[in-house]
Each structure stands twice: as C-alpha cells, then as structure tokens.
C-alpha cells in the first residue's frame, strides 16, 4: 500500500539546525533501504502556487499565497504494508524536529493513495 504523507507547519522563524537536517537525511537513508520511500522532497511556498477550484459548475483560479496558518512544506511517498507503518515513518520524522529544533510546530498528515486493489474486479 501506497501513502502519502503532507508535512504542514508555520513558516519558521530561523533555518533548521544541521542536526536535524543530517537526521533527517540518516532516516530517509533507512526509509529507502528498508523499501518504504519512494520519493520525497520540499515545497514552495503557496505565494508561489495557485489554486484551481470549481463550484457551481465555474472554475476559478487564484493565486497563493492561501490564507491557512501552516504551509505544507513537504512530502513524503511510502510503500508500506500496513497505515501504522506509515503512521510510524511521519512520527519518526516528527520526533527528529520535536528532539532537534527547539520551538517547532507542525502536522504531517498520513494518507492512503488508492491502488488496483482498493477497487472491485470489473464486472
């Protein structure tokens, strides 16, 4: 099973430490060894993004930035065997900013990507 993981906070005050930065590259390093990370990285900011919504049948584009307190600054793709695995993964991750960068606050949301099997054989 595939999931992704969205990593939401404030826009920090102060750039991460190094410390925190080699952790998080020791546990992708382990992620990918073990199998379970397909693929990650940083996002920009929403003022550099848009936004495409349709409602009432009219799209509507508007450009970032969005008006929500936290950004999401990153992802993460997971092939797991199991959402705790995952769940496992985003906390691991998480530790390293609570253990590592006094001060930070933030959310990483876990969610499953569907795949063949989360649908019923064609009839």
Do not use: C, N
């Not at 990370?37 to 799209?59: I, N, Y």
């Not at 950004?71 to 906390?91: D, M, N, P």
Request: net charge negative.
């Amino acid at each position: 099973m595939r999931y992704l993981i969205l990593l939401k906070a404030a826009q920090p005050a102060t750039p991460p430490p190094a410390e925190l930065m080699d952790a998080i590259m020791q546990l992708g390093a382990e992620a990918t060894a073990a199998g379970a990370l397909l693929d990650t990285a940083g996002l920009a900011p929403s003022a550099a993004g848009a936004r495409v919504e349709l409602f009432g049948g009219r799209l509507s584009v508007t450009d970032g930035p969005f008006a929500e307190a936290k950004e999401t600054i990153s992802y993460a793709l997971y092939e797991v065997r199991t959402r705790q695995e995952a769940v496992e993964w985003a906390s691991r991750f998480l530790k390293l900013h609570r253990d590592l960068w006094d001060g930070w606050e933030g959310q990483a949301d876990v969610l499953k990507v569907f795949g063949p099997e989360d649908f019923g054989s064609p009839a």
